[in-house]
Structures are given as C-alpha cells and as structure tokens.
C-alpha cells in the first residue's frame, strides 16, 4: 500500500512541476510602453551664399568684390514623449513627439579689389559674425523590433516624419560704392556693410526617420532609455532681403551716411549675384530617458 501511495506522489508531483514549467514557458511582454526623454541635437545646416560683382567707375578700371556667407549649427536641446504598441514580444509600433532648437553661428567673409587706371592694386578683407536660428518639430510614426535579453532590451525602429521647421538668419554683405569730393579732384572708395535677412519662416515637410535604442529595466515596468536617431527631410531654398538705409564705409571712414535704398537693390539684383541659401533639416540627436511599461501578458 504503501508502494502505491508512494508512487502515485510521485505522479502528482511529476504532474504538477511539468504543469508549472510549462506555463512558465510562454513569454512574457508588455504590450504598452510610454516614455520622456531629453537630448542633444544637431542639425546638418550647413549652409552658404555667394555674393559677387565685378564693375568699373571713372579712374577705378576694375572693381572685384565678394562676400562668402556660411552658416553652421550650435549643438542644441529638445525634449519629447514616446508611446508604444507592441504586438508580441518583439514587434510593434510606436509614435514620437518632440521639438528642439539650435543657434546658427554665421560669418560673412568679404574680400574685394580696386584697380586703378595707373594699374595700382589695393586689397582689403573682412570678417563679420551674424545670428541665425534653426528649430524643428517631428511627429514620427515608426515600426519597432525588439530584442529581449533579462534586463535588456534593444529596440530598432524607423519610418515617416512630418517636419514642421523655423529658421531665421541675421548677416551682411560687402557692397562696393565710389564717389568724388566735393571739389572733384579726388576719387573715394569703399565697401558699406549692408544687412541681409532671412525673416522667420517656417514650413511642413515629409521625410524619415531610424533609430536604435537601448533600455535597462530597473523594475518589471520601469526603465531607463537611450536612443541615437537621425531625421532626413528634404532641403529647403529660401532669399535673402536686404535690409536698406543709409551705411557707413568700413575701411577708410570717408564715405558717410551712403544710401542703400530700391535703387540699390536693383543694381544688386541685376548687376550683382547672390546666391539663394540652402537649408538643411537633416539632423542627428543622441537622448536619454525614463520609460513605463504596462503589467506584462503572456504571449500564446
């Protein structure tokens, strides 16, 4: 009897253990996820125009002049809010909302030349700093596969973002006068630095966006995040204006009080080149974060 009383614990138990491994055999996985996070940004706004003009003007038997404006992101700061579907342990979709915003650094490097009818050459070369902006609002719709290890998980994921862009620029460009004294023995020469602007402008814009990430869980729904992501969105060209009023010359302090007026900026625009400028969205930003995850469910 005793045998059998035995043998049929035995049976049980042996039930009950393969009952047990068996449930805890299916995978587990949380199919909600939200998230904040903060980064550093940086746009691929590197951008330039070209002003140039070459002309003549009594004695002056040849003018050159030429401003060379390039513009360059400052490393900047965002923040946004994450939310994610999964529809197992490794699949899913997620939604990504986040703003950020950097300063442009912008420098305006003239150079021009005067060459008399005596063949005489005179140089001068400047360099003058201007402001800009640059901002950018993302909505992303991404597919996500996860990878799952104890603690870990990594996340690889891409697809569409609309764009939703600002940008604004501060520079100037070298503009050429000559002119007589009054008693018209003697010919003046000089450069006037003239205002340029880009008004703040912004604009929609469909492109992409990949990521991958990284996420150590502290607890069963909480963890902490890291993601590196790039952005691509089309270029943009935008115009200069010219800001107009009366202007200094930079060099020799005869020419005073010179105007910049509409017939000013006919002469520029007919006689003179200058480039649109090309901005480039295009961006890259490296964040940190906290995540929450729903209670787990067993995938069947």
């Known amino acids: 009897m005793k045998r059998f009383i035995c043998f049929g614990l035995l049976v049980l138990g042996s039930a009950a253990a393969a009952s047990a491994q068996y449930y805890f055999d299916y995978p587990r996985f949380s199919r909600f996820e939200a998230g904040a996070f903060a980064f550093g940004w940086r746009s691929m706004e590197n951008g330039q125009t070209v002003y140039s003009d070459a002309w003549y003007d009594r004695l002056l038997i040849m003018v050159h002049e030429q401003t060379l404006i390039s513009s360059r992101p400052s490393i900047g700061a965002g923040a946004g809010l994450s939310f994610a579907l999964y529809f197992n342990k490794s699949l899913g979709v997620e939604v990504l909302l986040e703003t950020s915003a950097s300063a442009l650094k912008t420098s305006a490097d003239i150079a021009a030349a005067w060459t008399w009818a005596d063949n005489r050459v005179i140089r001068q070369n400047a360099s003058w700093p201007g402001t800009g902006r640059f901002s950018s609002t993302r909505i992303s719709l991404n597919a996500v596969n996860r990878f799952s290890n104890l603690r870990r998980d990594w996340m690889v994921s891409g697809g569409l973002t609309a764009f939703r862009n600002g940008f604004s620029s501060d520079s100037w460009f070298g503009f050429g006068v000559t002119k007589m004294t009054e008693d018209g023995q003697t010919q003046l020469m000089d450069i006037l630095k003239v205002g340029l602007r880009v008004p703040k402008t912004s604009w929609w814009a469909l492109g992409l966006d990949l990521g991958i990430g990284y996420k150590h869980k502290l607890s069963e729904r909480i963890g902490l995040k890291a993601e590196v992501r790039i952005f691509f969105c089309p ?7 010219f800001v107009q009023g009366t ?12 105007p910049f007026g509409q017939d000013s900026v006919d002469f520029v625009t007919g006689a003179g080149t200058l480039s649109p400028f090309t901005i480039k969205p295009s961006s890259l930003r490296i964040g940190l974060g906290v995540s ?3 209670a787990p469910v067993i995938e069947y």
């Open 292 to 294: 929450w995850s729903s």
């Open 247 to 258: 202007y200094n010359g930079v060099f020799y302090g005869q020419i005073l009080n010179e």
């Open 235 to 241: 270029a943009r060209t935008v115009s200069w204006t």
